[in-house]
């Protein structure tokens, strides 16, 4: 498997489209980074900065998202089956159209402050978690 670990990857255009399965890129920083429809299924991503990455139509299906910055992040029509969001910060995140994403991997986010979600999440949200979506201090 693919080793990047803290590897500094802004801004990479190249990325878009890649295959990455199964790679570790844990604590890399993908700030602005291009990776629609890549193939990120089961990649390690704890820690990472995904600032302003596009992620959008990815296969992030069983990634490991634990502690990431994902603000700001295009994340629309991208599989987020069984993804680990615990503790990752989602600020202005659009997960709008994201495919396999739940209400309980949304529950174990940081914070969904400004995030954009397809309205059935967003209500249960408002619902169960509204703590998530006020301004974190």
Do not use: W
């Amino acid at each position: 498997n693919t080793n990047l670990r803290n590897a500094n990857l802004r801004g990479t255009f190249l990325l878009h489209g890649a295959v990455l399965t199964g790679a570790d890129l844990s604590e890399a920083d993908l700030t602005k980074a291009n990776l629609s429809k890549a193939e990120l299924g089961n990649v390690k991503l704890i820690k990472a900065k995904l600032y302003k990455a596009k992620l959008s139509g990815a296969n992030l299906s069983g990634a490991d998202l634990s502690d990431a910055d994902l603000s700001k992040t295009k994340l629309n029509k991208t599989k987020l089956s069984s993804v680990n969001l615990q503790n990752a910060c989602l600020i202005g995140a659009d997960m709008k159209n994201a495919d396999g994403l739940t209400i309980e991997q949304l529950s174990k986010a940081k914070t969904l402050y400004k995030s954009k979600l397809d309205a059935e999440l967003m209500q249960q949200i408002k619902e169960e978690y509204p703590h998530l979506l006020v301004k974190q201090k």
